[in-house]
């Protein structure tokens, strides 16, 4: 059966605005830096609510600025863990610029390597390894285990037929780069913009990618896939 997904990315918000990471050991919370959405990012949501499907099914990643744009468009939506923004270990907090004024060789070594984790947090590869297995079970209808190797059962989001999840832009990187069979550094060369949509129609193994769609205000739009 083939499953239509629609990714949509955060509204912006002061982390976003600032390349800062956001503070993922406080999924159920704004951290001091604005993780959460501002009156701007809010009304910016607002503003390109659509009419989607009422039967598809809905998942958003649990952070602030991912469920306060899913409610903002109308979406009754599921956190779910397999969406988490990368773990950023010691960064989090931090902006890009500061990370690279006192951390150039871990900052480095993270950009080239997949498998380096400088922060403490989660590597690239592992972000790229729990995107693809999510993606690749979407269809299968049958209980998962949350995120694969952590060892805690849970609901790894698999459904079928049509799904919408709102997602941090990490996790709709490393969708879009499993879904094209791309190599990890295609990840830093794919820019996902806010309140857009990217879908993916297919199943496991073969995948066909629309990329960044604006979500619109003028009016109702189909799902379209």
């Known amino acids: ?16 605005r600032e390349a800062r990471f956001p503070h993922t050991d406080r999924p159920d919370g704004d951290g001091p830096d604005g993780d959460g959405l501002d009156a701007l990012g809010l009304r910016d949501a607002e503003a390109v609510r659509e009419t989607f499907p009422a039967t598809a099914t809905t998942y958003v990643s649990p952070s602030p600025r991912c469920r306060r744009t899913a409610e903002a468009l109308g979406l009754d939506a599921k956190p779910l863990p397999a969406l988490a923004p990368c773990a950023m270990g010691r960064w989090q907090g931090r902006t890009l610029d500061e990370v690279a004024a006192t951390e150039p060789d871990a900052l480095a070594s ?3 390597d997949p498998a380096s984790a400088p922060h403490g ?14 993606l690749d079970t979407l269809g299968d209808g ?11 059962p849970g609901d790894s989001g698999t459904a079928r037929g049509r799904v919408i999840a709102v997602a941090e832009p ?5 969708c879009a780069v499993h ?10 060369r794919i820019d996902v913009r806010p309140l857009t949509a990217t879908e993916l129609s297919g199943r496991a193994g073969r995948w066909n990618l629309l990329s960044g769609r604006p979500l619109h205000s003028a009016g109702p739009r189909p799902f379209a896939l």
């Open 1 to 16: 059966m083939t499953t239509r997904l629609m990714l949509i990315s955060p509204a912006m918000n002061p982390a976003l």
């Open 110 to 112: 993270w950009l080239a």
């Open 121 to 134: 947090g989660e590597p690239l590869l592992a972000l790229l390894t729990r995107a693809a297995h999510w």
């Open 142 to 152: 049958t209980p998962g285990e949350g995120v694969p190797g952590d060892g805690v």
């Open 170 to 174: 990490d996790i709709i990187r490393a």
């Open 179 to 188: 879904a094209l069979g791309a190599t990890p550094a295609a990840f830093w």
